[in-house]
C-alpha cells in the first residue's frame, strides 16, 4: 500500500540554523510528492511539490524539498531557519486512484528556538 | 482565484444534540472535495470524499454523515454527537487526478460536551 512515514515527531533547531524535516515514501505507486504546513489551530498550507522533471523543488516561504529516488526519500529543507517557521508539518503524497485522494505522513513539529 | 469557506471555527456541542458543517469552494467547478478530522493536534484522518454532486465516500464507519447538495457546497452533519465526535475539522478541495494539490479551509474546532 502506498504510504508517507516522517520518522521524527518534532525537530528542533536555532533561529538562523539548516533545518530538515524528513519524509520517506513506500515505492509502489507514482511518487507523486507534497508538503504542506499547519499553524496552530489554523488549516492546512501548501508549499510544494514534486511530480517529475528537477529532483530539487522550490516552494513557498524560502522551503526547498530534495526528491531522492535510491533513498526513497523527499525531505523538506531551509537554509536558514525562523522562529516564525515554527509549526507542524506534513509529507503527502497523491493516492494511485484518479479521485485525487491525499495520503499523509504522521506530521512532525518544528520548534524554532531564538 | 478559488477560496474555500468553512464555518464555524469554533463550536461547542452537547452529547445527543445534531451538528452541521459546511464548505463552500469558489471560483472552480467540479473540485473534489473532502472532510479530514484531526486530533490532538497530528495527523488527518480521512471522513469522507466526494467526486460529484451527491457522490460521497465514507472511509470510516462513524457517527457522522456528509452531503454535497450542490457543486461547490460539501455538509459534514450528525443527528446525534458523540463525546469521541470531539476534534477539529478540515474541509479541502483539489482538482480531479493524480498529483493535484488540496487547498484547505480553516477549521472547525468541535467541542461536544
Known amino acids: 500500500a502506498q504510504s508517507v512515514a516522517q520518522p521524527e515527531d518534532q525537530v528542533n533547531v536555532a533561529e538562523g540554523n539548516p533545518l530538515t524535516v524528513k519524509c520517506t515514501y513506500s515505492?509502489?505507486?507514482?511518487?507523486?510528492l507534497f508538503w504542506y504546513v499547519q499553524y496552530p489551530n489554523r488549516g492546512l498550507q501548501f508549499l510544494l511539490k514534486?511530480?517529475?522533471?528537477?529532483?530539487l523543488v522550490k516552494g513557498s516561504y524560502g522551503f526547498e524539498a530534495e526528491f531522492n529516488k535510491s533513498q526513497t526519500s523527499f525531505h523538506l529543507k531551509k537554509p536558514s531557519a525562523l522562529v516564525s517557521d515554527s509549526a507542524l508539518y506534513f509529507c503527502?503524497?497523491?493516492?494511485?486512484?484518479?479521485?485525487?485522494?491525499?495520503?499523509f505522513g504522521q506530521g512532525t513539529t518544528l520548534q524554532v528556538k531564538p | 482565484s478559488q477560496t474555500i469557506h468553512q464555518w464555524p471555527a469554533t463550536l461547542v456541542q452537547p452529547v445527543g444534540s445534531p451538528l452541521s458543517l459546511e464548505c463552500t469552494v469558489e471560483?472552480?467547478?467540479?473540485?473534489?472535495l473532502y472532510w479530514y478530522r484531526q486530533a490532538a493536534g497530528r495527523g488527518l484522518q480521512l471522513l469522507f470524499y466526494?467526486?460529484?454532486?451527491?457522490?460521497i465516500s465514507s472511509e470510516v464507519p462513524q457517527n457522522l454523515s456528509a452531503s454535497r447538495p450542490q457543486d461547490r457546497q460539501f455538509i459534514l452533519s450528525s443527528k446525534k454527537l458523540l463525546l469521541s465526535d470531539s476534534g477539529f475539522y478540515l474541509c479541502?478541495?483539489?482538482?480531479?487526478?493524480?498529483?493535484?494539490?488540496?487547498?484547505f479551509g480553516q477549521g472547525t474546532r468541535l467541542t461536544v460536551v
Open positions: 514534486y511530480i517529475t522533471g528537477d529532483n
Open positions: 471560483g472552480t467547478s467540479n473540485p473534489n
Open positions: 479541502a478541495w483539489n482538482r480531479m487526478g493524480v498529483g493535484t494539490e488540496a487547498f
Open positions: 466526494s467526486v460529484g454532486i451527491g457522490q
Open positions: 503527502v503524497r497523491s493516492g494511485s486512484s484518479n479521485t485525487g485522494k491525499l495520503i
Open positions: 515505492v509502489s505507486g507514482n511518487p507523486y
